[in-house]
């Protein structure tokens, strides 16, 4: 019964042994990499810290900068700003790692390092009694059995005397040894709890960390955001248009205006406006001019396509058509109808149905478009001809093809979406326009030269009449321009566009 516990014991031993060396390189992994998540330099002081912590040093540089560029500017505030805000990020990041070396990564150093180390020596240092133990036995059963006597009797005199208490001694100090190893051991396996703590202190330390820091941000992001809407020059190319004209706190987009109210002053008798492509350098100067907010009326009015070009870029980069996303459906429903007057009908309704901001730049554009076609003997640009070119810049589907799937009967649609709504302008949407909205332009007002339509417009022209109309017409001189042209051609357009 004996030997079967002392068995048991030993197995246990043995599995705590094993235990240990695996806690042990556990946590001097943990420990390793731990320390190498510490961006500030380990057991230095706070100060020395600070200095060589790299978010202390992004909040230098960009202070530093707001003070080169000057609190008058944007960016200089928002470097400022930021700069501020790094700064006690890099307060709370070393509060957090001077915690976390405290209370994680020391223990665990130690436990790895000094704990579990001294009780595997110790299991050495037991090993080694017992050996000692072994041989002090060995050696006095070896006087037995020299001087002669039986295994029952014990030797006498001064040497067996010596043996014997060299032989106690020796199991003695092993017996103290095992206690303290067994003790050790026990109390390894009951501190386990301990030791899983460290990491729950991590995590904890963490969570307080990334909270402050949470807090921290939101803090300062109301002030960020206070200084960018108070910054008069928006960007407004590429930017969803209710966006814009809620920043800017305008009715018509700034770049739909000003492009229209130079247009009214300088190119309504342009020929090819809106089909003849502009010098792409001016074209890049003057959209930039309008995306910051700053016009020089004066140097672009010289170049009536640069301003046409700006105006159909405009429309090309919203996030969405001017005639949305979500209407595409009824638009090409409404085209599609044979009858005139219930097309024109379904194209009044799907107008209606647009949000106020789209309603409001589309009827603004369509009123603008319809009084250049009052020149269309001078500028060549008939509804027809105006629909071709914009059309695909106000109206689109979400998945795109390339420029040949463009050539198909949706192009064919647009255009016939948009002609109609031109040659119709004070139909679909009557009564007078002021261009000139903000009065930074000379522009005159549109008046209702359609104003004989009451309910309805009156019918289009026949098959010959319009022939006849548009002898003065040339071909588009844009390359996609003239491959549309080609296609309506193929598609029974011919009549409209072969004699420009």
């Known amino acids: 019964m004996k030997k079967q516990f002392n068995r048991m014991r030993q197995l246990a031993n043995q599995t705590v042994e094993k235990r240990l060396e695996l806690v ?7 420990h390793k990499k731990l320390t190498a998540c510490l961006q500030g330099q380990q057991g230095v002081d706070v100060d020395k810290k600070s200095k060589k912590l790299p978010l202390t040093t992004l909040a230098q540089c960009l202070v530093e900068g707001a003070v080169v560029l000057g609190d008058e500017t944007l960016l200089g505030k928002m470097l400022k700003l930021c700069g501020e805000t790094q700064d006690k990020l890099a307060q709370e990041l070393i509060l957090f790692e001077l915690t976390t070396e405290k209370d994680v990564i020391e223990p665990l150093s130690d436990l790895a390092e000094v704990e579990i ?3 595997q020596k110790q299991r050495k240092h037991l090993a080694k009694l017992v050996l000692d133990m072994d041989s002090a036995r060995t050696r006095f059963y070896q006087s ?5 006597m039986s295994s029952t009797l014990q030797p006498t005199g001064a040497k067996a005397d010596h043996l014997r208490e060299e032989m ?11 206690d ?3 003790a050790d051991m026990y109390s390894f396996v009951a501190k386990e709890i301990d030791y899983a703590s460290y990491f729950q202190t991590l995590i904890e330390a963490q969570a307080e960390y990334h909270r402050k820091s949470l807090e921290l941000l939101q803090s300062v992001l109301p002030l960020i955001k206070a200084h960018q809407g108070d910054w008069v020059e928006k960007p407004c190319y590429g930017k969803p248009l209710e966006e814009h004209l809620a920043l800017s706190e305008r009715d018509i987009a700034f770049p739909i205006e000003a492009c229209v109210t130079m247009l009214l002053e300088c190119g309504m008798q342009e020929e090819g406006l809106f089909r003849i492509a502009p010098s792409a350098s001016k074209l890049k100067k003057l959209k930039a001019s309008l995306d910051c907010g700053v016009l020089d009326v004066q140097e672009f009015s010289v170049d009536p396509h640069a301003i046409a ?3 159909k870029s ?3 980069e919203l996030p969405e058509p001017l005639m949305t996303f979500e209407l595409y459906n009824n638009w090409i429903q409404a085209s599609n109808l044979q ?12 107008c209606e149905k647009l949000p106020p901001a789209n309603n409001k730049n589309f009827k603004y554009l369509i009123k603008f478009l319809s009084k250049l076609t009052e020149y269309q003997d001078v500028n060549k640009m008939t509804p027809g001809n105006i629909a071709i070119v914009l059309g695909p810049n106000l109206l689109w589907t979400h998945n795109e093809g390339n420029i040949t799937e463009m050539m198909t009967t949706v192009s064919l649609q647009i255009v016939g979406i948009i002609e109609p709504i031109i040659q119709h302008a004070d139909w679909f949407f009557p009564g007078e326009i002021e261009f000139n909205i903000t009065g930074n332009y000379g522009s005159p007002v549109h008046t209702n030269h359609n104003a004989n339509y009451s309910s309805m417009p009156s019918p289009d022209m026949d098959h010959l009449d319009r022939r006849q109309n548009d002898q003065s017409r040339r071909p588009l001189s844009v390359a996609t321009d003239n491959m549309m042209l080609e296609f309506y051609k193929k598609d029974g357009y011919e009549s409209s566009f072969l004699h420009f």
């Open 144 to 148: 037995s059995k020299s001087s002669g």
């Open 168 to 178: 106690e001694e020796a199991a003695n100090r092993m017996e103290i040894c095992r």
């Open 314 to 316: 405009y429309l090309r």
């Open 117 to 119: 180390p001294n009780i």
């Open 24 to 30: 042990k390189q556990v946590s001097h992994s943990a």
């Open 309 to 311: 070009g700006a105006l």
């Open 339 to 350: 009858d005139q007057e219930k097309r024109l009908q379904a194209l009044m309704g799907a």
């Open 180 to 182: 303290q190893l067994s």
